[in-house]
């Protein structure tokens, strides 16, 4: 009798050995893979870029485990966003990731090809559309000067240059610009030696013995023309 009590012992052993799989019945990764899947993701810092816009964008960070996840795995699908200029990433454990958006900012409406662009301060050009309102934003016109407005526009900064009162840009292929200003006061600059040429002009602007002219002409090196 007991022999085959210990027959029958051994042949359950031989059977729980044989479809034994360690794989499957790994209790501690199967609780830390569902404890630590990612459930929410909390946006902050947004002003030009809408937060659902960067939800979609990082839906199928969902559910993934938080601490497998890295930043670029993040920020990988949100480089088609406009505006977006860079992200930093936090985890609260167990289960959210908090991303802190850093916008670029809107300095002027580019004209191109008929078609209106908005030009921020990293060169990035974003089709205007109907629900954009940026009336308050100076337009740039001439061909080629998407490429050549920002570095331009550093000069007048540099140059603290009264910037909000260009109502107009123009570009011209020799390489140099025209400014419009809201009093309608032309200022027209060289191609070479132009951050002088800002300089002065600026300092024209403060005289009042040139207020009364419309047109300060410093194309010429050394000379001032008025009209």
């Known amino acids: 009798m007991k022999k085959s009590y210990k027959i029958i012992f051994l042949v359950i052993i031989f059977i729980f050995l044989s479809t034994f799989n360690p794989n ?14 990612i459930k929410e993701i909390k946006i902050y810092n947004t002003v030009l870029i809408q937060e659902n816009e960067i939800i979609e964008k990082l839906h199928d960070i969902y559910n993934k485990n938080i601490l497998t996840i890295k930043s670029k795995d993040i920020a990988e699908p949100l480089k088609t966003v406009d505006f977006l200029d860079k992200i ?12 802190k958006i850093y916008e670029t900012k809107p300095i002027a ?12 301060n990293s060169s990035n050009l974003i089709l205007l559309t ?13 061909k080629g ?32 610009w025209d400014l419009e ?11 070479e ?9 600026n300092e024209l602007l403060g005289r009042d013995d040139f207020k009364i002219y419309n047109v300060i002409d410093l194309r010429i090196n050394g000379k001032i023309v008025v009209e």
Not at 109 to 120: E, M, N, R, S, V
């Open 24 to 37: 499957k019945i790994n209790f501690f990764s199967k609780k830390k893979d569902f404890f630590f899947k």
């Open 88 to 99: 930093e990433v936090k985890k609260k454990y167990p289960n959210t990731i908090i991303v």
């Open 109 to 120: 409406i580019l004209f191109k090809k008929k078609t209106k662009y908005l030009f921020d």
């Open 130 to 142: 109907e629900d954009m309102s940026y009336d308050d934003l100076p337009n740039v016109f001439g």
């Open 145 to 176: 000067a998407e490429s050549e407005f920002l570095n331009f526009f550093n000069l007048l900064e540099s140059s603290d240059f009264p910037k909000k009162k260009i109502k107009n840009y123009y570009y011209h292929k020799i390489g140099r």
């Open 181 to 191: 200003l809201v009093d309608n006061k032309i200022i027209k600059l060289p191609n």
């Open 193 to 201: 030696k132009i951050l002088e040429a800002i300089k002065k002009s």
